[in-house]
């Protein structure tokens, strides 16, 4: 709460998503930049869109689960992902041109290879694997660009054809009438959402999903949760979303959402926040070695490793190394609702961050992570191929993901 800047050391972590992205600016600039980007992508109209995309894609994309032999889940739901911002922010055409592949690639090549260079003192413009890694940098900038040239010829066209989002992204102004994004911040823009749409996200489907295939009695009290709230919407042909957001929100469906905060508990996708405050000098109480208060100067990194706490008995309760969602519901049988936001299990829950940096994308977050959610267990059971794996998390690009790639045997249900 004291420290709402991020350091200069988040950029060489995340150094191909340039300098105008909303992860690097302080003060008065990020504030303006978080209140439009709230705007683009927590709109009813694109929180629906992102629902019912989630659904539809993995609808298609899982056809062949359960038929094909063992599923390398993360590896598969990759592309998937990204398809859903990709689509949702720039139309069909995403999936179906090369300009969308591009940017998809390149972009892959990106987070697989930043942390190699990104702390680097200099460029090693000699070595012919960093040529690569720039070449990757250059090339998703500039596709991202080619695309956002379609998307104002078509918006110019007819502009009611346009997502709210994107209505925003062309047209916002500053006080004095000028355009507030220029054409670098817009494609710095859309940059960031793709990256925070695909990586994080990517990572706590696959860990959610990892923790339902361990824990097959609660993956079956999810599925009968959902079949007793919904059953009537989902009979029949489900390709397309027969439910809404709301049926999947935290107060109406509060199962799902412990499942998906149990998961994130255990296996944190961002486990680190980086802070800073870049003009005031704050003394920290239990931060010295010796518990006593240590002074914290302006501009100095805090690296809060908050995913450590959520191991720890006095904020998870009892056995807090074991996956259980009742951790997270309260009242009984039928009846059980979701902890108030007050309970400590909730208030200090930062999984996707706190406070004035918390993540900007975070219910188009869990928008997807729902609608996928449902989708899978009102379609599939599934286990690990190995039921005795036990899989460790690698860090890369400021997400955890799988050390080693699982595969889950799906059953069509």
Known sequence: RKMPSRPDATKMILNYLGDEN?????????KQLRLRYGKMVNSQAVQKQVHNESWRLLAEDSAKWGTEGPVDFFEEMRTNVYNVMGKVFFGEKFLTTDLGKKIRENHFYCIKHCMTWGFFPFEPFWMSEFKKYKYAKTTFFNSVADALKIKRREFDADPESNSDGFKLLLTDTKADGTPFFTDSLRVATMQGFLNGAFDTTHCSISWVTYFLAKHPETQQRLRDELYRKYGTKLQGETKDCPLTPADLSQTNFPMLEAVIRESLRLLSTVPVVQRMHQTETFDVPGLAPDGGEARVDPGVSCNIVYALAFHEESYAGKNPKEFDIDR??????????????EDQINKHFFAFGGHARICVGMNFAYAELRS???YMVATF?????????????????????????????????
């Open 381 to 413: 059971s599934w286990t690990l191929e190995n039921p005795n794996e036990q899989v460790d998390a690698l860090y890369e690009a400021g997400v955890q993901q799988p050390k080693t790639h699982f595969k889950i045997n799906f059953k069509k249900l």
């Open 22 to 30: 909303l992860l690097f600016q302080h003060g008065e600039r990020a």
């Open 372 to 374: 996928m959610l449902a």
């Open 328 to 341: 997270w519901l309260q009242g009984h049988g039928n009846n059980k609702t979701f902890a108030p936001p």
